[in-house]
């Protein structure tokens, strides 16, 4: 079984997977890093030290999960975007351990980035995206950018054409879910407190052309918390918040030109919330825009786009 391996070490996942030349899924791990109780995040050294502590559990179930296997290239998320001045400590791992096993076994190394990975993975998610321009939302703790996105054949072409100007949303929700007194990441657990409640306390939302901001709110909100104001109430008045700011996001967006099509990435984008609320919402559905989303697994951080990015460079290399 002749297959290429992907690699991703983002901040909070240490991520495997592989794909036989004909696509087919054959591992896709994630392994979540170590997180003490009320931490608010993991310092870049200690996300690399729990790398390493993962890694080879993960490789090991190459053996179980592969029948005589031939791996024939390797391909890293080597940086958080496809930009010259891109660069995160985290990453190094990945592009350092797809090196060496590419070395080892005398087969191609190729390098891509975790947010093409993440948009690979969405569009495998949805099967059949026939669209070639399109834009991308990406959602996460350390992302929250707008995206024009051209397809070639090895990838991508991406502008990144608007994003926040200070909090990404993963924080806007980890940092209300901690004063809240829920684990760290608390997207789930603050999504939980929001599901069923029919009220929510009123926050304000702040998009100017293609930027949005997520401080202010923040900062309002957990003055409300101080107040004592009832939990479950500000859980669904953040994701309301949320659907708001990224409707109004996209909508600017189609006046200027840019394409209906959008495909939502990054595991803010997993939100159930957030998915029901921006399908419902009568603005996009007037302005005629079609919204993809990523399946929820294939959300979250994981190695599968970076191993069928690397299966595309693979086989146009060797036509």
Same mark, same amino acid.
């Given at each position: 079984?002749?297959?290429?391996?992907?690699?991703?070490?983002?901040?909070?996942?240490?991520?495997?997977?592989?794909?036989?030349?004909?696509?087919?899924?054959?591992?896709?791990?994630?392994?979540?890093?170590?997180?003490?109780? *009320?931490?608010?995040? %993991?310092?870049?050294? #200690? /996300?690399?030290?729990?790398?390493?502590?993962? &890694?080879?559990?993960? +490789?090991? !179930?190459?053996?179980?999960?592969?029948?005589?296997?031939?791996?024939?290239?390797?391909?890293?998320?080597?940086?958080?975007?496809?930009?010259?001045?891109?660069?995160?400590?985290?990453?190094?791992?990945?592009?350092?351990?797809?090196?060496?096993?590419?070395?080892?076994?005398?087969?191609?190394?190729?390098?891509?980035?975790?947010?093409?990975?993440?948009?690979?993975? *969405?569009?495998?998610? %949805?099967?059949?995206? #026939? /669209?070639?321009?399109?834009?991308?939302?990406? &959602?996460?703790?350390? +992302?929250? !950018?707008?995206?024009?996105?051209?397809?070639?054949?090895?990838?991508?072409?991406?502008?990144?054409?608007?994003?926040?100007?200070?909090?990404?949303?993963?924080?806007?929700?980890?940092?209300?879910?901690?004063?809240?007194?829920?684990?760290?990441?608390?997207?789930?657990?603050?999504?939980?407190?929001?599901?069923?409640?029919?009220?929510?306390?009123?926050?304000?939302?702040?998009?100017?052309? %293609?930027?949005?901001?997520?401080?202010?709110?923040?900062?309002?909100?957990?003055?409300?918390?101080v107040k004592g104001l009832d939990s479950r109430k500000i859980a669904k008045g953040v994701y309301i918040s949320l659907i708001k700011t990224l409707g109004k996001w996209l909508i600017n967006a189609v006046k200027k030109g840019y394409p209906r099509d959008v495909l939502l990435v990054g595991g803010v984008?997993?939100?159930?919330?957030?998915?029901?609320?921006?399908?419902?919402?009568?603005?996009?559905?007037?302005?005629?825009?079609?919204?993809?989303?990523?399946?929820?697994?294939?959300?979250?951080?994981?190695?599968?786009?970076?191993?069928?990015?690397?299966?595309?460079?693979?086989?146009?290399?060797?036509?």
């Amino acid at each position: 079984m002749k297959y290429v391996l992907g690699i991703d070490t983002s901040c909070y996942t240490s991520s495997l997977a592989c794909v036989s030349l004909e696509g087919e899924v054959l591992l896709n791990k994630q392994v979540l890093l170590e997180l003490a109780d *009320g931490t608010r995040g %993991l310092q870049q050294s #200690k /996300a690399i030290f729990n790398h390493l502590k993962n &890694l080879p559990s993960i +490789t090991s !179930e190459l053996k179980s999960t592969i029948d005589k296997p031939e791996l024939v290239a390797v391909c890293s998320s080597v940086k958080p975007r496809p930009q010259k001045d891109s660069y995160m400590p985290v990453f190094v791992l990945s592009q350092s351990l797809g090196q060496v096993i590419a070395n080892i076994n005398n087969v191609p190394y190729y390098e891509s980035t975790h947010q093409e990975n993440h948009i690979m993975s *969405g569009l495998y998610s %949805l099967g059949g995206f #026939k /669209a070639k321009h399109f834009l991308v939302v990406h &959602l996460s703790g350390g +992302t929250t !950018e707008l995206l024009e996105v051209r397809v070639h054949n090895h990838g991508f072409d991406i502008d990144m054409i608007g994003s926040s100007l200070d909090l990404h949303a993963g924080q806007f929700v980890d940092r209300i879910g901690v004063s809240l007194g829920l684990p760290f990441p608390s997207g789930p657990h603050l999504e939980e407190l929001a599901n069923n409640e029919l009220e929510s306390y009123d926050i304000k939302y702040y998009v100017k052309d %293609l930027n949005i901001s997520f401080s202010g709110p923040e900062t309002h909100i957990q003055r409300q918390i101080v107040k004592g104001l009832d939990s479950r109430k500000i859980a669904k008045g953040v994701y309301i918040s949320l659907i708001k700011t990224l409707g109004k996001w996209l909508i600017n967006a189609v006046k200027k030109g840019y394409p209906r099509d959008v495909l939502l990435v990054g595991g803010v984008s997993s939100s159930r919330i957030i998915r029901e609320g921006l399908r419902a919402d009568s603005e996009i559905k007037n302005e005629g825009l079609s919204l993809y989303f990523a399946d929820p697994q294939l959300s979250k951080d994981n190695a599968l786009g970076t191993a069928l990015i690397g299966l595309n460079i693979y086989k146009t290399s060797n036509v």
